[in-house]
């Protein structure tokens, strides 16, 4: 079955970095968009970023860009997201999710999330 | 947000609810909307693609709409397992970028 399973969250300083991983399972990944998507404690999805099957084009949202980078290695059917210069608002749980091809921007699969908490 | 939604909405159990999403011609107006359902404490899962397309197992007491720049899920026979925050999204071609409603909260009376 479709699964999408996450790892790299934690506690970090401000000003540090991390990265994040999503493997995904039971689906052609080369073929899928993938984007990240967070949520703040008990606050409403935020996109973050988003990158092309075949990793050619990358988008991000405005409070990421130049902060973050989503990249993916097909062979390895993982997607990833740095976080470089974090900030206590990047605190968050942050999900992967698969955009099948041809559904117009559809968030089809999740991964189960990775929490991450910026903080002195 | 850029698309607007209601924080909340209710019915009793049976019931219909009716949660609408509301942007612009650079958003809904050209593009297609999903809706998505998250339960407390876990990850969004899809319920409806390109504005009224349900993916596999999702039941058919969920609709979705669209006309000109709003778009519309509905939820016929409301059940208690259906309390849960949705989300309207789609991409925004003016801000390059993928755009989420605020979340609706469904509460069963």
């Known amino acids: 079955q479709v699964q999408l399973v996450q790892s790299g969250g934690g506690g970090v300083q401000p000003g540090r970095s991390l990265r994040l991983s999503c493997v995904a399972s039971g689906f052609t990944f080369s073929t899928y968009g993938m984007h990240w998507v967070r949520q703040a404690p008990g606050k409403g999805l935020e996109w973050v970023a988003f990158i092309w099957y075949d990793g050619s084009r990358k988008d991000y949202a405005d409070s990421v860009t130049g902060r973050f980078i989503v990249s993916r290695d097909n062979s390895k059917n993982t997607l990833y997201l740095q976080l470089n210069s974090l900030r206590a608002e990047d605190t968050a749980v942050y999900y992967c999710a698969g955009d099948p091809p041809n559904s117009g921007f559809a968030f089809a699969s999740w991964g189960q999330g990775a929490p991450v908490t910026v903080s002195s | 947000s850029v698309l607007t939604q209601p924080p909340s909405v209710s019915a009793a159990p049976g019931q219909k609810v009716t949660i609408s999403c509301s942007g612009s011609s650079s958003n809904i107006g050209n593009n297609y909307v999903s809706w998505y359902q998250q339960l407390p404490g876990i990850a969004p899962k899809l319920l409806i693609s390109?504005?009224?397309k349900r993916p596999s197992g999702i039941p058919d007491r969920f609709s979705g709409s669209k006309s000109g720049t709003s778009a519309t899920l509905d939820i016929t026979g409301l059940q208690t397992g259906d309390e849960a925050d949705y989300y309207c999204g789609t991409w925004d071609s003016s801000l390059i970028a993928y755009v989420f409603g605020i979340g609706t909260k469904v509460t069963v009376l």
């Open positions: 390109e504005n009224n």
